[in-house]
């Protein structure tokens, strides 16, 4: 056993968990590939963990980092000390956005983001009942694991109160029975229900995925999104959009994913992909919502600082410079195309779904029943085919794909041999 791993073993948290029965201890990365301590080479078709938007070690953050440390410039301030890297951070975050009028709190994390958000939504409407969706993922703290919907991550001795949670937009595994088509979503108008019967009728906010993440890809119809926001403005509570894995472009079509659907979200949270890698997660809410903060302190020591916003900013201009949300657009739509085809081929392959560079499919048996058996199988020979590939979903039969957003052509039909090969391994097992 390397020293890594007995250190990793006798040093870090048991219930950490690897993607790979062996661990795989990656070293370095340029663009879309990655190299392990061996030498091996692999296509990164998760992109970190849905983090890297721009590709590892992207020349142009490269540049800008080792020209702040050549200038020595501050590399921590906190939040109690100005920097001209957070306000240009911020400016450029909320004009990709399309949200003029809203402010941004930089923090370290997705799951900060969401606490911030909920902090937000509950003092701004002096509420604290917070919706979440059945399958949803909002992070590890507190509040955001009482949010989650996904049993494998409950806790059973931790205090949960004030969440509620609604159906998920699952077409695939619709508990209703119905068919997009022809459905007048009962899922949505479950969140009517839970108001009516099991709330003082005083929601602070719905906090939903556009995509929902964790939960395996799961892409809902824009009428679901529509829905909810009737409901949640119906009820004079706020819409709290977790962009933390959809933002920045990765859907193809608009910056946030919300803006798929026609909702201005009252407050977005964002991380991952946002700094390419670095920690940092944003909440952004209207500043007639943030007022009513005012007059408590509220602090975080690493969130803004000047080396993450100065990343932040060139992986936002990178993304809007070289258009990378519309390469997201045409990757994604041949990816997803391609792997419809390969659907029609292999019939444990089940649905196919997502946007942009956020694609999934799930494994499954010849009864539909979830797969996780043979998902695992795939990650293991794409993972000797020098592919990475992610898995999720409530039982951990779906492959995820979000790779970063400025893959090429030839990186594409890379990904497709580099999978056919391995589905034809699959076949054989
Ligand atoms: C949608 C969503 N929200 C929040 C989080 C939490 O982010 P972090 O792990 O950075 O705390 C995640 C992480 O996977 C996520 O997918």
Redesign the pocket.
């Given at each position: 056993m390397s020293s890594t791993q007995s250190n990793r073993e006798k040093y870090i948290y048991s219930n950490l968990k690897h993607y790979y029965p062996r661990p795989l201890e990656l070293k370095s990365g340029l663009g879309s590939y990655v190299k392990d301590i061996k030498g091996n080479t692999y296509l990164d078709f998760i992109g970190g963990?849905?983090t890297i938007s721009i590709g590892h070690n992207h020349p142009r953050v490269k540049r800008k980092i080792i020209s702040l440390l050549e200038e020595n410039q501050i590399q921590h301030t906190s939040t109690l000390y100005a920097s001209e890297h957070v306000g240009k951070a911020a400016k450029k975050l909320v004009s990709l956005a399309g949200l003029e009028g809203y402010q941004v709190y930089f923090s370290?994390?997705?799951?900060?983001?969401?606490e911030i958000a909920v902090l937000t939504a509950r003092e701004a409407t002096k509420r604290q009942l917070v919706v979440s969706l059945r399958h949803?993922?909002?992070?590890?703290?507190n509040a955001?694991l009482n949010l989650c919907g996904h049993s494998s991550w409950k806790f059973p001795h931790q205090p949960s109160s004030n969440v509620s949670h609604i159906e998920a937009p699952y077409c695939y595994r619709c508990p209703y029975d119905k068919k997009p088509d022809s459905c007048s979503i009962p899922c949505a108008d479950d969140l009517d229900r839970l108001i009516e019967t099991c709330t003082a009728g005083e929601v602070a906010a719905v906090i939903v995925?556009p995509v929902?993440?964790?939960g395996g890809f799961i892409d809902g119809p824009k009428k679901y999104y529509q829905r909810i926001y009737e409901i949640i403005k119906d009820n004079g509570g706020l819409y709290i959009s977790?962009?933390?894995?959809?933002g920045v472009g990765r859907l193809g079509e608009n910056f946030l994913g919300a803006s798929d659907f026609g909702i201005s979200p009252d407050i977005v949270?964002m991380?991952?992909g946002l700094g390419n890698g670095v920690?940092v997660?944003a909440t952004i809410a209207s500043s007639n919502l943030i007022k009513n903060l005012n007059g408590k302190t509220h602090f975080s020591t690493f969130g803004g600082d000047p080396f993450q916003m100065a990343q932040v900013y060139e992986v936002l201009c990178e993304i809007e410079d070289q258009s990378l949300m519309n390469n997201a657009k045409v990757m994604g739509g041949e990816l997803k195309s391609h792997i419809m085809g390969l659907k029609a081929k292999y019939p444990y392959i089940g649905d196919v779904r997502g946007r942009g560079l956020l694609l999934g499919f799930e494994l499954i048996k010849g009864d539909k029943s979830p797969d996780s058996d043979k998902c695992n199988d795939l990650l293991e020979l794409c993972l000797g085919e020098g592919l990475l590939i992610g898995k999720g979903g409530l039982r951990g039969n779906v492959i995820r794909l979000a790779p970063p957003l400025n893959i090429s052509a030839n990186e594409l039909e890379e990904f497709k041999l580099k999978l056919s090969r391995s589905l034809e391994k699959l076949n054989l097992l």
């Open positions: 963990i849905v370290n994390s997705g799951s900060e983001a969401n949803g993922y909002h992070g590890g703290t955001t995925e929902m993440g964790v977790d962009e933390v894995q959809t949270t991380a991952k920690p997660g």
